[in-house]
T-cell receptor
């Protein structure tokens, strides 16, 4: 079973920020938080990952709660190309991190 | 550019036939993975391999087989024993996991298999 909980779907307007939440109340100390997104009929694309501190890259920002039981993926200015399914997953450090569990994710719709 | 190539994009087979899906990567990654995705669902792990000549079963390995004879290649065979083989199959690779390093997965664009 997936170790993360995400809303089934969210909607955003183009050019506005989007905050995609993820709950992971059973996270362990060695779990990294990963985000991927998937366009229709394509493989998932890596977005960002982090352990404890907030992370930024050219695609997005990842805000991690102090207790690490939740996180938020932030798209600063949504575009139509950001419409996708977003997956939040936990990846254990070490060998056990090979058994990744992908839930159903959040379908993000972007309106023009 | 480095990446993962899955071929073919679409594959059609008759029930009772084995079929092999190709996955090649030129990222020099040690670890490779096979996932299955059904409509509206998340990804489920079939097999993974951390290193050449070694592989482990994932959550839904029954009816599937793999080999890892070369670092860059991880073919998946869907056998006639797989009861519901029609699905979207995704291959991925990553650097080998380490306790001080956590590597993202790189995915191919998938093979859509239809068995009738």
């Amino acid at each position: 079973d997936a170790k993360t909980t995400q809303p089934n779907s969210m909607e955003s307007n183009e050019e506005e920020p989007v905050h995609l939440p993820c709950n992971h109340s059973t996270i362990s100390g060695t779990d990294y938080i990963h985000w991927y997104r998937q366009l229709p009929s394509q493989g998932p694309e890596y977005v960002i990952h982090g352990l404890t501190s907030n992370v930024n890259n050219r695609m997005a920002s990842l805000a991690i709660a102090e207790d690490r039981k939740s996180s938020t993926l932030i798209l600063h200015r949504a575009t139509l190309r950001d419409a996708a399914v977003y997956y939040c997953i936990l990846r254990d450090a070490g060998e056990y991190g090979n058994k990744l569990v992908f839930g159903a994710g959040t379908i993000l719709r972007v309106k023009s | 550019d480095g990446g993962i190539t899955q071929s073919p994009k679409y594959l059609f087979r008759k029930e009772g036939q084995n079929v092999t899906l190709s996955c090649e990567q030129n990222l020099n990654h040690d670890a490779m993975y096979w996932y299955r995705q059904d409509p509206g669902q998340g990804l489920r792990l079939i097999y993974y391999s951390q290193i050449v000549n070694d592989f482990q079963k994932g959550d839904i390995a029954e009816g599937y087989s793999v080999s890892r004879e070369k670092k860059e290649s991880f073919p998946l065979t869907v056998t006639s024993a797989q009861k519901n083989p029609t699905a979207f199959y995704l291959c991925a690779s990553s650097r080998r996991q380490g306790l001080s390093y956590n590597s993202p997965l790189h995915f191919g664009n998938g093979t859509r298999l239809t068995v009738t």
